[in-house]
């Protein structure tokens, strides 16, 4: 079969890399291993995680907030079957839209495992057979799996990664995240709601240890609150299964032995590039020491004409960044001159109170020796917030003392995912705090803590502090 552009991946990068190359009058191909599109994201992460941290943070609402509301609830209780099935419901209406955008662009869709047979050629081998495709450009975007330790395997039953955490057949009485990053934080809130136990145990000395230090402590103050038990420093030395229990062994920051138990044990320390099966020689390719494809700025491989996009090039692991790269790719192809800033791809950490950031961290312009100034406003300030009942959190807006150039921008709070949108729009045009404190936001709103904390950054001006 000839095409223009081969997509061998069917997760966010690649879907949307085929659905822009279609756009742009392509014939496109996309091989996805699996029968259902949306890789990792819509299947077994970013989806049903979300769709879990909504039912469970209902649920502790509903069982903590809810009085003080003068809402009274008798014989509250969790349904962990429903609550599994809404959210299968929900990753399956998600895949099923992918389907219709397929088939609205045209684009053709073979299940299987795609191999490189030469530089232009792949072949998928899948439930039909093995189909052979040659095409002018092939983008790669396999994504990543979960990284394991290397003296713990996961068995998939009380040793598990987050695939597993999110099918688990109880709610666990005791759950030990190893990681403290996004991933295990995140499942670690949906079974702290429901009544379990959760211990997390971090090589490194704080929670979200990529982000803004002054947001990985006012995270942990605020999951302590939920029941999180941390132990922060300290380096797991053996996972073992006993039974139904697993018992992971530690040594704290403090030297002291410790000897953890949990029904289940969640290996949350990140990702790896998926590139199994790819057959990359064939293509004269290969990977760098971690595993990563290298790319050059244009996101192509060493081989003209292949290209990679994703998790399976490195840096931040994010389904937006993906599909970012799949339109950047696409555009390209196209004879067109995008751009694409990875400075300003915003992170974000789902847990109530969200976490999200763009630009620099504060951490990093002090590893810079950058000089800076800084505004920072408390959520529990904003009538908006205290109308909600939601005093945690705050924005910080960093700034160059001279230009007054927004630098970057963290907050933790009430939406804090939805509104780091106006700190990465303010970044993208090069915006001055200023520029941002002059703009007017609707009152009373989230919102208006980056209006404040931009006042606060242009000379302690803040009108509601």
Not at 114 to 125: E, I, K, L
Not at 249 to 255: I, R
Request: proline content about 4%.
């Amino acid at each position: 079969m000839m095409v223009d552009v081969t997509v061998i991946g069917g997760g966010p990068g690649g879907y949307v890399a085929a659905i822009r190359c279609a756009q742009l009058g392509m014939s496109v191909a996309l091989v996805e291993q699996y029968e259902r599109l949306g890789g990792t994201c819509t299947n077994v992460g970013c989806i049903p995680s979300k769709a879990l941290l909504d039912s469970s943070e209902r649920f502790h609402e509903a069982a903590k907030s809810y009085g003080n509301h003068g809402i009274l609830l008798d014989n509250l209780r969790v349904d962990w079957a429903a609550m599994r099935a809404r959210k299968d419901k929900v990753v399956q209406l998600t895949a099923l839209g992918i389907d219709k955008l397929m088939e609205k662009n045209k684009i053709t869709r073979l299940q299987g495992v795609g191999r490189f047979t030469a530089p232009g050629r792949v072949a998928v081998d899948g439930p039909a057979g093995t189909t052979e495709l040659e095409s002018r450009h092939v983008i790669v975007a396999t994504g990543s799996k979960p990284l394991d330790l290397p003296f713990c395997r996961i068995d998939k039953e009380r040793i598990i990664s987050s695939t597993e955490a999110l099918n688990l057949p109880e709610i666990p009485k005791r759950l030990l995240i190893i990681g403290a990053g996004v991933i295990g934080l995140e499942l670690g809130s949906v079974f702290a709601r429901l009544g379990t136990r959760v211990e997390v145990v971090e090589a490194l000395e704080r929670c979200i240890p990529g982000m803004d230090s002054e947001l990985g402590k006012e995270l942990e103050r605020s999951l302590k609150k939920l029941g999180f038990v941390f132990h922060l420093g300290a380096r797991v030395s053996n996972v073992e299964r006993q039974g139904d229990e697993v018992l992971v062994e530690a040594t704290s920051a403090k030297g002291k032995e410790l000897a953890l138990k949990a029904d289940y044990c969640l290996v949350a320390i990140g990702r790896k590039p998926n590139t199994q099966g790819l057959n990359l020689a064939a293509a004269g390719l290969a990977v760098d020491a971690r595993g990563f494809l290298p790319v050059n700025e244009r996101l192509e491989c060493a081989v003209p004409g292949i290209f990679a996009i994703g998790d399976v090039i490195g840096g931040a692991m994010l389904a937006h960044k993906a599909e970012e790269e799949g339109v950047f790719v696409a555009e390209l192809l196209a004879g067109q001159k995008p751009a694409l800033n990875h400075h300003l791809i915003p992170g974000v950490v789902y847990t109530w109170p969200e976490v999200a950031a763009v630009g620099f961290s504060e951490n990093d312009l002090q590893a810079q020796g950058r000089a800076f100034k800084k505004g920072v406003f408390p959520f529990m300030a904003l009538g908006r917030a205290r109308a909600a009942g939601e005093k945690e959190g705050f924005v910080k807006i960093l700034a160059d003392p001279l230009t007054d150039e927004i630098l970057g921008v963290q907050m933790i709070g009430p939406r804090a995912a939805d509104l780091i949108a106006e700190a990465v729009t303010a970044l993208e045009y090069k915006a001055s705090a200023e520029d941002v404190a002059r703009i007017c936001h609707a009152h009373p709103t989230y919102a208006e803590a980056i209006k404040e904390a931009a006042l606060a950054a242009t000379g302690d001006r803040a009108l509601h502090l």
